[in-house]
């Protein structure tokens, strides 16, 4: 250290250290840099001792190299040296605080001079004993140097991040699993990622651009799409800023690759040109082409499916209507032969081919149906119907049966449930009629109750439940899904004890489903059962009075004081709640003895009393309340299952102000109590109901009827049935044979078979139709096609009505009183 001796020339020596500096500056490895750094300042500085010294961050400082070992601490206290190291110039520190630094050296003149940089923080300390200086110089050095040292320390934390991005680039391009291709616009650069440089044929680093190219080039026009792909390259390079994202290019056929290609153009100030990635797309696309394929077999199949479908509906519909024909011969003319004169013996023999025809007939509709239902011809529509109105005609339909068995057939309908929804009338009379006549079926004794609720609401769609009770024989709980399967009864006995088939709850079942709901049962053996199921309907907001509920109370019964006697609870229950809603004030009895005392005890203005009771019935029970209160004149309304042509006896009808036909309409009720208490006293008998009425004896008319059929038995067949009713026919055996009846003469009514020879019946309608000007016959439609839309066919055609063969005399008799005050003359 001889220049130590002598005054130094710190101004050449900062020269010198900043010339020697430049060189080490281009180091990129941290560790060497700092080593070359570190030797130069030992150098140059002539210090005794020098350290180099790294903040690792806020709490750790430690000196990383030093020219003497022992000398300096290996961790420095930040806190206590915070002023020198923290701060932006280089500093003296006085002896005192020189052991923060050293172990156990002191020295004459002690410097930091820190250095500050994101990546890299840390600083010089250095030490001398004796210095002999001149101190502008020296100064002038230190500021050099730190500014040297600082500018090297900027360079490496570019270096520093430069790495950082790389690793990571790298990382990334490396890892995807797609290709990535860069060339540059100029022609300069290029790179590829391992997966592209494999697909692109290329050797690991051939990155020029040239090569790079060159192979895209053969790749694409290796594809066999070549059309599609010529297409979109125009488009990408006719533009500079185009960017293609789905092109396909396919490789090789048959296929050995397919990658969809994206490409992005990438500017900057600096970079020009254009990123590629290619996607192998190979197996999605095969699976695809394979789907397509698949897709199309299958809709050939299905074509096929739906073909077979409609020769097997119009299979059946044709079955049908070959079955239906002579069965209408067999249950026609065994009807005819019943009111013929027969020994006991011949009845019992007619009688059971008559029903051996029926159950055959109905297991034949069953199995239409079902068939139907299977081939998906079977669609629910949207009209609008009553529930009440439903009801009644079910029970309409089934009230011969259930009289026959003294059963009440009954009904309760809730308030909240909605006057007029829409839905299916004729599926849901159809599930209605099946629940109803098997608890006729399965029932000797007591009541059938159908109850309308209404159990939820969105907006205006109703979830309403039906239910149909009976008091018969039960079903036990092991059998309550087994029922419901296609020819499952109870047990093997059934048939031959009740009939059936075994279909009806099956067909039932799958109705119920189609119009999205449930249906279950719920039974206690020798009880009763109860099958309830549910459906979704919109309320139709067409009618005025939207709720079923009579909410309008007529005053002729606001207050009227009711007595109603009936030994059936339920039937009791039902009067009273429906005479509430009335306005009426009800008092129920199931004991006539009591209803009698009471008739003395209250003032009635009127009285209903049900014909079958146990203990007395409702004429005995009338006579008695006339005869014991003579002067109380209370109107007595009598239901019963007879009718009113029943009552031979004059005195006896007499006792009523009114008879109601069960199964009583609850509007009919109504209407007939408001007919008495509007009356005045002694005027006739009120209104009844039209069951009642038609019983009464018919008149034989002079009507001119014409029928078109062409099967000899069934000519026959409807001319003896038209007989019995006391009336004449003519008859054609075709089409063109009516519309040639039907310019020579006026008929009254023409009964039309659909299927003839020649001209069918829906033809030679539209030929009357159009023949007949003024005086247009009613003309109903005959057949025995159950399938088809028949009924909307022959309406379209112009006919009035529909009939279906196999008909029964009681069939023909009600079309021809229907339509009778429509004939011409
Ligand atoms: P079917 O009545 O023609 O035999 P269903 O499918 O309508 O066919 O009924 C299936 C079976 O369920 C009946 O045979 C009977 O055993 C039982 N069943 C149905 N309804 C009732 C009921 N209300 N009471 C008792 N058993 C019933």
Known sequence: MMEREQDIDWNAHALDFLVKL?????????????????????EYMLADAVCFYRNFDELTTRVVLASKKQVFHSHLNPDSVQN??????????????????????????????????????????MGWKALKTDEAGFDRFLT?????????????????????????????????????????????????????????????????????????????????????????????????????????????????????????????PLVNGRLWVFTDITFSHIANEQLKELNEELAIKR?????????????????????????????????????????EEQKEYVDTIRLSGETLLSLINDILDLSKIESGKLEIEEAPMSLVKLVEETYDLLSVRANEKGLDLLYLIDPNVPSEVLGDPTRLRQILLNLV???????????????????????????????????????????????????????????????????????????????????????????????????????????????????????????????????????????????????????????????????????????????????????????????????????IILFSSLGFSHFKNKEDKDLFAAILVKPTKHSMLKKTMMDILGRKEGSEMATMSASVLLSQTQSIDNIRILVAEDNDTNQKLIRKTLEKL???????????????????????????????????????????????????PIIIAMTANALADDKNKAMRAGMDDYISKPFRIADIEEKINKWKPHFQN
């Open 303 to 343: 074509n096929l499916a739906d073909e077979q479908n409609q020769a097997k509906s119009e299979f059946l519909a044709n079955m049908s209507h070959e079955i239906r024909t002579p069965m209408n011969g067999v249950i026609g003319m065994t009807s005819l032969l019943m009111h013929t004169i027969l020994t």
């Open 84 to 125: 020198y190291i923290r701060s932006d110039e280089y500093q003296s520190v006085e002896k005192i605080f020189q052991p923060l630094f050293f172990i156990n050296e002191q020295y004459e003149k002690c410097i930091v001079i820190p250095l500050y940089n994101t990546a890299l923080s840390g600083g010089l300390i």
């Open 437 to 635: 006549s098997n608890g006729i079926k399965f029932t000797s004794k007591g009541d059938i109750l159908i109850h309308v609720q209404s159990i939820g609401k969105q907006e205006d769609v109703y979830h309403i439940q039906i239910s149909v009770k009976d008091t018969g024989i039960g079903i036990p709980a092991n059998k309550f899904n087994t029922i419901f399967e296609s020819f499952s009864q109870v047990d093997t006995s059934t048939t031959r004890k009740y009939g059936g088939t075994g279909l009806g709850l099956s067909i039932c079942q799958r109705l119920v489903n189609m119009m999205g709901g449930t249906i279950s049962v719920s039974s206690t053996e020798g009880l009763g059962s109860t099958f309830t199921f549910n459906i979704k309907v919109h309320a139709n907001r067409e009618v005025k009075q939207f709720d079923f509920a009579p909410v309008v109370k007529d005053t002729l019964l606001t207050g009227k004081k009711i007595l109603i006697l009936d030994d059936n609870e339920t039937n009791l229950q039902i009067l009273q709640s429906q005479c509430k809603l009335w306005g009426m004030n009800p008092v129920i009895f199931n004991d006539c003895h009591l209803a009698i005392a009471e008739m003395g005890q209250q003032e009635f203005d009127l009285a209903i009393v049900d014909m079958l009771m146990e203990e007395y019935d409702g004429v005995a029970v009338a006579r008695e309340m006339k005869m014991k209160f003579p002067d109380k004149k209370i109107p």
């Open 726 to 776: 006391g009336y004449g026919c003519e008859l054609v055996n075709n089409g063109v044979e009516a519309v040639e009846a039907a310019k020579r003469k006026q008929y009254d009514l023409i009964l039309m078979d659909v299927m003839m020879p020649e001209m069918d019946g829906y033809e030679a309608t539209q030929q009357i139709i159009v023949g007949a000007k003024a005086h247009k």
């Open 22 to 42: 430049s060189p080490i500056k281009k180091i990129r490895e941290q560790a060497q840099l700092i080593r070359e750094v570190f030797s130069l300042v030992e």
């Open 144 to 268: 050099g140097v730190q500014m040297g040292m600082n500018e090297m320390m900027q360079r490496m934390s570019v270096y520093h991040e430069i790495d950082e991005l790389t690793t990571r680039f790298n990382a990334i391009l490396e890892t995807i699993p797609e290709g990535i291709v860069y060339v540059d616009d100029s022609g300069k650069s290029a790179w590829v990622n391992t997966v592209g440089s494999e697909l692109l044929k290329l050797n690991q680093g051939s990155n020029q651009p040239f090569l790079v190219a060159t192979a895209m080039q053969e790749l694409r026009s290796g594809a066999v799409n070549q059309e599609e792909i010529n297409e979109i390259a125009n488009k990408l390079f006719s533009e500079p800023n185009q960017t293609i994202k789905d092109w396909k290019w396919i490789i090789g056929d048959p296929i050995l690759s397919v990658l969809r290609v994206a490409c992005k153009p990438i500017s900057s």
